[in-house]
Each structure stands twice: as structure tokens, then as C-alpha cells.
């Protein structure tokens, strides 16, 4: 036996709770009196599911970092399950994974593009699609993260990327925390994130932007307004690419308005820009986005 300082309760006790007290082969005590280095194996229990259970060491779940055997999946990391433990307790729907059918067309001659595996899934109208981008794995993986985000946008989803510091940001419903950043923390900004942006789209028609704001910032081609407006898409097709130039066009709006704000505040203030680069990058990266999910909508029309 350890003493109190080596015991898992002081060095891990973000794994206490998975620790199986009522087992009858665990000894009470052993999380506040036994050392992390510990070999013996004991019962833990998983918080995703209390019927997934499952025997190893308190040292194999210090040292190796193991969990449970049915819910670590290949390719999901710790702190990504912590997150989505945190935010199903807000969202019972949610699961993780989930599997969305590519929107674009694969081309003539090729293969049906595979399903876009996805992080966390909350069904709905609209459904939301989460996903957690670490800041090692994502480092080199910018453009594909890009392409995800318009096609399941194209596709319906209201897609919010939580993205680790210092990554850039996507798309205007990025939520930016840092790597050690609870994920109880974490998980209740999404979850405003999530409440704001389906209040929105259930509360508001959407409706096509006027003439004079078109040609103002012409994010479209004249000929990709005219395939919206013939005969050419589906009732679905034709709502979800106005709603998409609708959002683009609010977007740009707002990152005016942001932008002369925080202008503003460094010039009469004297407060860093470091805070304004990262939300005109934010901006930028979300009418960026909106417009490529807009261009894949058309393409594949």
C-alpha cells in the first residue's frame, strides 16, 4: 500500500468515479490509501455506460492511460469522450460516433465516396454535428477539416468544431478552448452554442436576400442564383442553398461590425490585437466555409 500523496484519489481523481466501490472484489479504501503504481487489478466501471465493466490495474489506468475496452475506439482520444460524457448529460440524444452520407457526388466513373464518420451526432431538425479537433492531430489538417465542415453544412447539419488552441477556427461556430481546459467547461459552451444556433434556426423562415445586398458583395455567381430559383433543385435543395447565402451574407455583416469594434477598442484603448486577428480570422474562416458548402451544393446540382 501507498500513502495518501502516491494514492489515486490525489494524483487521478478524474477516476474516481469510475473506480467500482460497490464491486465485491475492490477494496474500499484502496483509491485513498493504495499508490498509483499499484499492479493488482481491480474493477472499474465506465461513466458512458454503467453496464460496461471492465478489470485492470490502477496502474494501467495512470500510467498507459487506459479506459473502457468498449468505448475506446479507435482514433477517439481521452479528452474527447471527457467532452462528450460532459455534454450528453445536456443533450441525451447525443451520440458518438455518428455516420453522415457525403453530399458531393463522387464523379462519373469513381467509387461512392465513404460516410463521413463524425465525432458527436445530435439528431433533430436540424441535426448538429460536433466535432472535437485536437491541436497535435489537426495541426497539418486544415483544408480536409475545411471540406468536412461544408459538405455536411451542404448537406443540412449545423456543424460546430471544438477547436484547441492554437488552431484557427472554421467555421462561425467554433468553439476555441485550450488543451487543458475542463471538459465540463467545455462541453457547457457547446451546449449554449448548440441552444443558440437551433433556437435560430427554428425561429426564424428563411427567405432570400435582396438584390441590392447580392450584388454588393457577390459571395455567388449570377448563374448560381438563377439554378437556385429554376426548376432544376429539389424544394429542399432550393430552401437550403438561400439559407446558406442568407448566413453567409449576416456573417460578413457581422464581421464588419467586429472588426471596427475591436479596431476600435486598440486604438482608443490601447487593448492587444492579438484578440482581434483571432476573431477576423474566426470571421473569415466562416464566410469562407459557407461559401464552399454553397459552391458544393450548386456543383452537385
Not at 474566426?282 to 469562407?288: A, F, N, P, Y
Request: aromatic share 6%; hydrophobic share 35%; glycine share 8%.
Amino acid at each position: 500500500m501507498g500513502t495518501g500523496g502516491r494514492s489515486l484519489a490525489y494524483l487521478r481523481p478524474d477516476l474516481l468515479d469510475e473506480y467500482d466501490e460497490g464491486h465485491d472484489e475492490n477494496p474500499v479504501m484502496l483509491p485513498f490509501t493504495g499508490s498509483v503504481t499499484e499492479s493488482e487489478s481491480v474493477w472499474w466501471r465506465c461513466l458512458r455506460d454503467e453496464s460496461h465493466q471492465w478489470k485492470t490495474s490502477i496502474n494501467n489506468r495512470h500510467v498507459a492511460g487506459t479506459g473502457c475496452p468498449r468505448c475506446g475506439k479507435k482514433g477517439v482520444s481521452r479528452r474527447e469522450q471527457e467532452v462528450f460524457t460532459s455534454l450528453q448529460k445536456h443533450l441525451p440524444a447525443l451520440v458518438s460516433p455518428g455516420t453522415v452520407a457525403r453530399h458531393a457526388s463522387p464523379g462519373p466513373g469513381r467509387r461512392r465516396l465513404r460516410s463521413w464518420r463524425v465525432d458527436m451526432l445530435l439528431p433533430g431538425d436540424p441535426p448538429v454535428a460536433v466535432e472535437y479537433d485536437g491541436a497535435y492531430w489537426h495541426q497539418d489538417a486544415f483544408q480536409r477539416d475545411q471540406d468536412k465542415a461544408a459538405d455536411l453544412t451542404a448537406s443540412g447539419h449545423i456543424v460546430i468544431r471544438i477547436r484547441e488552441q492554437p488552431l484557427p477556427t472554421i467555421t462561425p461556430n467554433d468553439v476555441v478552448c485550450t488543451p487543458d481546459q475542463p471538459a465540463e467547461a467545455v462541453a457547457e459552451q457547446v451546449y449554449r452554442k448548440v441552444l443558440d444556433l437551433t433556437d435560430t434556426v427554428a425561429r426564424e423562415p428563411y427567405e432570400a436576400p435582396g438584390p441590392a445586398e447580392g450584388r454588393q458583395l457577390e459571395l455567388f455567381s449570377d448563374t448560381t442564383t438563377e439554378s437556385a430559383s429554376s426548376g432544376k433543385w429539389s424544394a429542399a435543395e432550393s430552401l437550403m442553398f438561400r439559407m446558406l447565402i442568407k448566413e453567409a451574407l449576416l456573417q460578413t455583416l457581422t464581421a464588419g461590425v467586429n472588426d471596427d469594434r475591436m479596431l476600435g477598442e486598440h486604438l482608443v484603448c490601447g487593448l492587444p490585437l492579438d484578440h482581434a486577428c483571432m476573431q477576423l480570422l474566426q470571421d473569415l474562416g466562416g464566410i469562407r466555409s459557407l461559401a464552399l458548402a454553397a459552391q458544393r451544393l450548386f456543383d452537385r446540382s
